[in-house]
C-alpha cells in the first residue's frame, strides 16, 4: 500500500489517497484519535472520482461523529481500471434485455459473480494493509452498494463483524443463498419508490438473511434521495457495533 | 377531565391519573420545561393497567430524552370500562375463523371499524383537554398501537402532525382506502418475524400511505420484541417532527 496524496479537511479529518498494487484508494481518518479507530470499508457501485463527494461526506461523518476510519477501493474495471470485456458485454445484454422485457437472471449471473469473485480478495487484501497502520484496530464494518459483494465480504471475512447494506435487485442466485449464510448484525436500506429496483426481490433478499440482528429501513426519495435521517440511524448502527 | 392521582417518578417526571367523562387516562408531564411542550399520544390495543409500565417506559423516554409530554386514555370496551357485547363476540369469532383457517375480513370490520367510531372522538376530545392545560402546547404525535385508530387519527385530526405506527394485520378495508389519504409523515415498526402478524398485509399498508415521508423499520424479535434501538429511532422520528 502506496499513499499517493495527502489533504487535512476543514473538520481535522485526514483524507489520503494510496494504491495498492494497481487499485486506487482512499483512506479517511479521524483529525484527533487516542486509541486505534474502528475502520469501516465503504462500498460503492463503481468509479471512485464520480462518487468521490458522496463517499467523503459519509466517510467524514463516520469520522467526525463517532471517531471511525473509513476506506474504500475501486471496483474490478471501474474508474481508472482496465475494463473487462466479458462485463461491458453483459452490461449492454442487461440493457437490452430490461428494455424488451426479457428475463435477466443468467446475465445477472455473468455481470456480478465475476465482480464478486474478484474483488471480495481486493477488498480482503485492502483489510490487511489498512489494519497494518498504526492507529487502525478494527473492528470493521462493511457500508454500501454492489450488496453481493457485501453478501460475499459478510460470509468470507470474519475480520467484517456488521454491514450496512443497500437494497439492491440484481443479485446472483448463488449469491442470495449465501444470504442465509450470513450471520453477522445487518442494517439495510430500501428506497421504497426506487423504479430502477425491483421492492419484492430486495424485500426476499432481506427475508433470507440468517443473521439474528437484521433491521430493514425503508424510505421514500427516489434512489439517490436517501433521507439525511436514514443516513443516521446507518451509522448509529456502526456506533452500536463497533464502538 | 380530573386528576386522581399525581406521583413524581425518581427521573423527575410527574405521572397523573386522570378521568375524562368515564374514560381513565394517564399524563406523563417531563420534570423541568421552561416553554409549552410538544405532546405524544401513546396508543396501545387496549387495557391500561397491563400495558401501564410499558406506556410508562415509552412516556418517559420521550419526557426525560426529549422534553415532550405523552398521554394515554383507554380504549373503549377495554379495561375497566364497560365491555361491548357486539366487541366481545367479534372477538370470539375471529379466534374461531383463525383457528379453522377461514377467512376474517367480515369480522376485521366488526371487531376494529366500531372501535376506531368510538375511540378516534375521545383520543381528540382528550387532545382538546390536554392541550388547554399549563405547559402542554403541541405540535402533537400519535404513538402506538390499533394501527386503525392511528389511521383515522392521521386523516381526521389535523392537530396531529406526525405519527409512529405499530405494523398490524386486521385492518378493515374501508381503513386501508383511508391510509391513502394520509399526508403527515410516518414512521412504521414492523416486527418482521412476528408470527402473528400477516406481513404482506402490514407491507401493503406501507405501500398505501399518501405521506410523502414515510419510513418503515423492519427488525427481529417477534411480537413483543421490538429492540431498544428501534425505540430510540421512533423517539428521534418524533424529535424531528415535534421538536
Known sequence: MQFTSEKR?????????????????????PGSASAPTPLILIGHPGGLRMMHP???????????????????????GSGERPRSAAAEQAR????????????????VDRLVLPLVEKAVPEW????????????????????????????RLAVAEPRVVAAGLFAGSFVPRAIFEE????????????????????????????DAFGSEEKSLHANMGGHTGVPAFAGEDAARFFARHLS
Open 9 to 29: 479537511l476543514d473538520d481535522g479529518v485526514l483524507e489520503r489517497e494510496f494504491t495498492l498494487g494497481e487499485i486506487p484508494g482512499i483512506l479517511w481518518t
Open 54 to 76: 458522496r463517499l467523503a461526506g459519509r466517510a467524514r461523518h463516520y469520522a467526525v461523529g463517532y471517531g471511525f476510519a473509513a476506506a474504500t477501493i475501486e471496483l474490478p
Open 92 to 107: 449492454g445484454d442487461l440493457r437490452r434485455a430490461m428494455a424488451a422485457g426479457q428475463p435477466v437472471g443468467e446475465i
Open 124 to 151: 480482503q487484501a485492502a483489510l490487511d494493509a489498512l489494519l497494518s497502520l498504526p492507529g487502525i484496530g478494527g473492528p470493521v464494518g462493511y457500508s454500501g452498494g454492489v450488496i453481493s459483494i457485501g453478501v
Open 179 to 206: 444470504a442465509r449464510r450470513v450471520t453477522i448484525p445487518l442494517h439495510v436500506l430500501l428506497q421504497w419508490d426506487d423504479e430502477g429496483n425491483d421492492r419484492q426481490a430486495a424485500l426476499d433478499l432481506f
